[in-house]
């Protein structure tokens, strides 16, 4: 785990001196691919391109190394009685993405390496001048570059499914199967990655075949909204920052479910390729939901991780500002899309321009979100009132121990005696030192 850790900040180190090398910064966009890639005008052999590639393999190295350890540690180093089905969903969702990175991120890494290889030793396995295909190399790339939007969704749908019980007072409807969709999208996320070849020469069977496993990913997700939603449905709900960030994460999302099935259309994502639909589409999954989740998470778990209650108005500020300056910010990027305007240009026709206005009054508006956001952090953890160690009534183990918790947060390994989701019942979570905790609501 600590080689995994520091090869992060080497891999990072290494990616931004390539913009300084004497042969020139990497020149062939995040996907690198060849034959541009391949091109090294300068003639030097340490080019941008080369340090960027050796980046991209190191930092795959070193996220491999993380998914041996995170599943490792979760099939064999549970506490006792912690069966699978006992496990916390953020749990679940943290297993199925690393088996994602397990199986997937070795394709890239592999990529990376040849393309390395063609671009110093004179290997031709992706150079068309030699006899190599470059679409090979967009295979080995969007093997794992698709999936790893699942990687870093999937915690945040097991942060949903944690805090939606809490703030509506209720068990998680259908703990099982929620927990077994996580696997089944990590499952699927390996079927689905030519959807984003489909206007490189891709024959028809083949896009036909990847149209339906695309839409196919909606299944497994629909049955986490379905359950989020089941759960929300009447409770008793407390519209605290945690829990509005989460709705207004899973609205968003909902909203990016619907883009990503038009997107899995053979017809349609010809049609808007490249486009700033596609970059709309991407923004509402990944900042969205994927940002949301994330302070939904941080204002949930502040209190156990510092010991401070965060301010409660500015929190609620900060969740409007980020909830409307997403929506104007990324909206009018499907209508944009739609026109025509592309992808990755520095200026845009005037018939955009009415769209583009309303996104840059959007952006304005979330980079201010996050000013409420570092002032409410700062000044909660320095100057907030003291938690309790279970503010919220949360189930869970680390809302047995005190905020912040101990070093080795318990004395003893406790023994996990029940489901970790039981709003209203009566079933004690945890026996431990013969005595039992009971976390009846």
């Known amino acids: 785990n600590a080689v995994a850790f520091w090869m992060v900040p080497i891999a990072g180190i290494l990616l931004m001196a390539s913009f300084f090398v004497p042969g020139g910064p990497a020149q062939a966009g995040w996907w690198s691919y060849p034959p541009v890639s391949l091109q090294n005008p300068s003639g030097q052999l340490i080019n941008g391109q080369f340090v960027w590639l050796l ?13 041996v350890n995170f599943v490792t540690t979760i099939v064999k180093m549970r506490a006792p009685g912690m069966t699978f089905f006992r496990m916390p969903l953020f749990v679940w969702a943290v297993f199925s993405a690393q088996i994602i990175q397990l199986f997937g991120l070795p394709a890239l890494t592999a990529g990376a390496v040849m393309l390395l290889f063609d671009l ?26 698709h999936p790893a939007v699942y990687v870093i969704i999937l915690p945040v749908f097991g942060i949903f499914s944690e805090i939606f019980p809490v703030y509506a007072r209720k068990p998680l409807f259908g703990y099982k199967v929620v927990a077994i969709s996580s696997l089944l999208i990590a499952g699927v996320s390996a079927l689905v990655w030519v959807h984003h070849l489909y206007v490189s020469g891709t024959p028809g069977w083949m896009r036909m075949i990847f149209m339906l496993s695309t839409m196919f990913v909606s299944v497994p997700t629909g049955i986490k909204v379905f359950a989020w939603v089941a759960t929300i449905w009447g409770g008793k709900l407390r519209l605290n920052t945690p829990m509005l960030f989460a709705l207004g994460g899973l609205i968003l999302f909902v909203f990016a479910g619907i883009t990503g099935i038009t997107l899995s259309s053979v017809p349609i994502d010809v049609h808007v390729n490249n486009t700033y639909y596609v970059v709309g589409h991407f ?6 939901t994927v940002t949301m989740g994330m302070f939904a998470a941080i204002y949930h778990w502040f209190p156990k991780m510092t010991g401070r209650m965060y301010n409660e108005g500015w929190g609620q500020l900060h969740f409007w500002l980020a909830f409307i300056g997403t929506n104007l910010n990324f909206f009018p990027m499907h209508p944009l899309g739609l026109q025509g305007m592309l992808r990755r240009v520095s200026s845009y026709a005037p018939e955009y321009t009415f769209w583009n206005i309303v996104a840059s009054i959007g952006a304005f508006l979330l980079g201010m979100s996050t000013l409420p956001f570092i002032l409410n952090m700062i000044a909660s953890w320095m100057h907030g009132k003291q938690a309790p160690k ?19 947060n318990f004395e003893e390994i406790p023994v996990i005696i029940s489901e970790p989701y039981g709003y209203g019942k009566s079933e004690p979570l945890v026996a431990a030192a013969g005595q039992v905790h009971n976390h009846k609501s």
């Open 120 to 145: 110093t030793v004179g290997t031709s396995f992706f150079d068309p001048a030699k006899g190599g295909n470059a679409v090979l190399f967009q295979h080995f790339f969007w093997f794992y570059s």
């Open 283 to 288: 923004h509402y999954v990944l900042y969205g």
């Open 55 to 67: 980046a991209v393999a190191i930092s795959g190295v070193s996220s491999i190394m993380g998914a």
């Open 390 to 408: 279970n503010p919220w009534r949360a189930i869970g183990l680390e809302w047995l121990v005190s905020s912040p918790p101990p070093v080795e």
